[in-house]
């Protein structure tokens, strides 16, 4: 595609629910990263993709996170029993190797009501 | 660990300065170091991107100037606009993943 897309662009659930946020990376980059950017906050790394393997989750905030990508292309990052402090701006980039220019997508706002 | 630091952390001047905005990195070991400009609610666009064997980058009326050996990078905005008016970040990028600045929150004043 012509950039990275995020999808959903806003999602509001209720506290304890589970949440899907989807990432699809331009065609070809190999490299993906989720970030969470919280309100008034800096960016949060959560989790590096090359290809299909995450070398680096150590930035998932707890056992409630979990994310996967598939066929090399699009990520899901799926936040079970979702918390208030979850709320947040999830970002996704994606770049052609893990040296190359970074593109980031609009970002899905999560609300826990 | 790699931390990142960009000062100010906000500046407002006056249309038509020119002006820098400064990060600093704690370990050169870097691929690359890539600006950022994020409006209010919206994403990331990416500015420019200096290789770690480059000393800078232009883009139009911007610069970006690396000097690794001592972990820095300059943002250079000539005659800055009200368009201009975002938050800069700067992130380095190491073997695994972006590491971001808190970023610098600008104003142009007409």
């Known amino acids: 595609g012509a950039g990275v897309s995020q999808s959903p662009s806003n999602k509001v659930t209720e506290k304890g629910k589970d949440v899907e946020l989807r990432c699809d990376p331009i065609?070809?980059?190999?490299?993906l990263y989720w970030y969470r950017q919280s309100l008034g906050q800096g960016l949060e790394f959560l989790i590096y993709?090359?290809?299909?393997?995450?070398?680096?989750k150590s930035g998932l905030p707890s056992d409630r996170f979990s994310a996967e990508r598939t066929g090399g292309s699009v990520s899901t990052l799926t936040i079970q029993r979702t918390q208030q402090e979850d709320s947040a701006v999830y970002l996704c980039?994606?770049?052609?190797?893990?040296?190359?220019?970074?593109?980031f997508g609009q970002g899905t706002r999560l609300t826990v009501v | 660990k790699q931390e990142v630091t960009q000062i100010p952390a906000a500046l407002s001047v006056p249309e038509g300065e020119n002006l820098v905005l400064n990060c600093s990195f704690t370990?050169?070991?870097?691929?690359?170091l890539q600006w950022f400009r994020q409006d209010p609610g919206k994403g990331l666009t990416s500015l420019l991107l200096?290789?770690?064997?480059?000393r800078e980058q232009t883009s139009g009326r911007l610069n970006a100037s690396l000097d690794k050996s001592s972990g820095r990078s300059t943002l250079y905005i000539a005659a800055s606009q009200p368009g201009d008016s975002a938050t800069y970040l700067c992130?380095?990028?190491?073997?695994?993943?972006?590491?971001f600045g808190q970023g610098t929150r600008l104003t142009i004043n007409p």
């Open positions: 980039a994606s770049s052609f190797d893990p040296q190359g220019e970074a593109f």
């Open positions: 370990d050169s070991a870097i691929y690359n």
């Open positions: 993709f090359q290809g299909n393997s995450a070398p680096d």
């Open positions: 992130a380095v990028q190491g073997a695994q993943k972006l590491v």
């Open positions: 065609s070809g980059h190999t490299a």
């Open positions: 200096i290789q770690s064997s480059q």
